[in-house]
């Protein structure tokens, strides 16, 4: 037991050593601030700093890729979606069909919890708790993934939150079978 939580302490001691630019000086209140932080790790979409408007919608392609970017599949910087990266999100069981990814319609909260949920790996964890959408949003929430984050008035979320949560993907531990 003492081996056990002396790994712990040396775990979380050491990630503080290895992370601390990214983890412990970053505003999680203001997305803009993460997507730098993103740029730089190849996982956000590339924008110039006068394109990006963080009031602005997220296309479901913008967030794919981005989820993409975290499990280091070369995503590419443009926007949009190519039809490989939609087959390989496919394969890695992020999206269910490649062939109808309605890739310019905005994102909605569950969809993203969705895509998030099983790139993590929490896929069959999230349909023994009910499936799409309950079960999804059930494993996001005790992930962490959306904590003060909300959906217009439609259930779809900005680019701005949608950073967030991208972030805290990023964060987040994998299942572990």
């Not at 990214?22 to 190849?42: H, P, R, Y």
């Not at 296309?59 to 499990?71: D, Q, T």
């Given at each position: 037991m003492r081996r056990k939580i002396l790994c712990l302490i040396l775990s979380v001691l050491t990630a503080l050593c290895v992370y601390p630019p990214?983890?412990?000086?970053?505003?999680?209140?203001?997305?803009?601030?993460?997507?730098?932080?993103?740029?730089?790790?190849?996982?956000?979409?590339?924008?110039?700093?006068?394109?990006?408007?963080?009031?602005?919608?997220?296309?479901?392609?913008?967030?794919?890729?981005?989820?993409?970017?975290?499990?280091?599949?070369?995503t590419g910087g443009e926007i949009g979606i190519s039809k490989e990266q939609a087959k390989l999100a496919e394969n890695l069981s992020i999206i269910a069909d490649a062939e109808n990814i309605e890739a310019q319609r905005p994102i909605k909260l569950e969809e993203a919890a969705k895509i998030s949920v099983n790139a993590l790996g929490y896929k069959e964890l999230a349909e023994n708790r009910g499936g799409y959408p309950y079960g999804h949003l059930y494993v996001a929430n005790s992930l962490s993934l959306f904590n003060g984050i909300t959906a217009d008035k439609d259930g779809y979320l900005t680019r701005d939150d949608a950073a967030v949560v991208i972030y805290r993907t990023l964060g987040a531990a994998p299942f572990e079978p």
């Open positions: 990214v983890f412990a000086q970053t505003d999680l209140s203001n997305g803009e601030n993460i997507t730098d932080i993103l740029k730089d790790l190849n996982v956000w979409v590339s924008y110039n700093t006068d394109e990006f408007r963080s009031d602005r919608l997220m296309y479901r392609s913008e967030y794919i890729k981005s989820i993409l970017g975290i499990l280091s599949e070369n």
